[in-house]
């Protein structure tokens, strides 16, 4: 981070964990057959926020819940302006087909990546039904796609980021804004 980078907490390590626990609340009364629930991330954080809501929904209800990935950067329709990084495996550990879907990811902001995830889940198959769990709506949406699940909204400048921070990769938690 350089001297020029403003850096604001939007969320502690404390809240970020209790918005993890009313997020795995919120799935288990709106998923009634957390059986057939399939939790897929969305590289990069999305994978690591599966972890994070794997263990707290199981802590909570005894119940493993299967988990994939997906990586949309062949999806994308913007990949001239977004560049491209090292791909990730799609993994899925079970036939999509008739699964109930919840998509993972940290931050939407156009919605361009959580399309091109969509896109690149039915090239796999058909679900019964996709969800979208974000950590945060960072607003400028591109595309009429909005979240199921969303731990907090924060309004932001386009010359803003949100970054999630987790313990396991970073030495840190929490989520913060950085203004250039």
């Given amino acids: 981070m350089s001297n020029k980078t403003k850096r604001i907490v939007i ?6 964990r209790k918005t993890i626990s009313r997020l795995t609340s919120e799935i288990i009364e709106k998923v009634k057959n957390l059986d057939n629930l399939l939790f897929i991330g969305i590289p990069t954080r999305g994978i690591d926020i599966v972890e ?7 802590s909570k209800t005894g119940v493993k819940i299967k ?3 997906i990586d949309p950067t062949f999806y994308r ?12 495996v799609t993994d899925f550990p079970i036939p999509i087909e008739k699964q109930e879907i919840l998509l993972i990811d940290d931050v939407i902001y156009t919605g361009r990546t959580i399309r091109a995830a969509i896109d690149a889940l ?3 198959g ?9 950590m945060v709506d960072r607003g400028h949406r591109e595309l009429p796609i909005q979240p199921d699940f969303c731990g907090k909204i924060v309004p932001t400048s386009k010359s803003e980021s949100i970054n999630l921070r987790l313990n396991i990769i ?9 203004k250039l």
Avoid at 11 to 16: A, H, I, T
Avoid at 52 to 58: A, R
Avoid at 77 to 88: C, S
Avoid at 126 to 134: A, D, E, G, Q, T
Wanted: proline share 2%; charged share 35%.
């Fill in 170 to 178: 970073d030495n840190e938690e929490g989520v913060f804004l950085e």
């Fill in 11 to 16: 969320l502690n390590e404390v809240e970020l």
């Fill in 122 to 124: 039915y090239s796999w």
């Fill in 67 to 69: 988990k994939g990935t």
């Fill in 126 to 134: 058909r679900p019964k039904s996709v969800m979208l769990l974000v």
């Fill in 52 to 58: 994070v809501l794997e263990k707290e929904l199981f």
């Fill in 77 to 88: 329709d913007d990949q001239n302006r977004v560049g491209t990084r090292l791909i990730k």
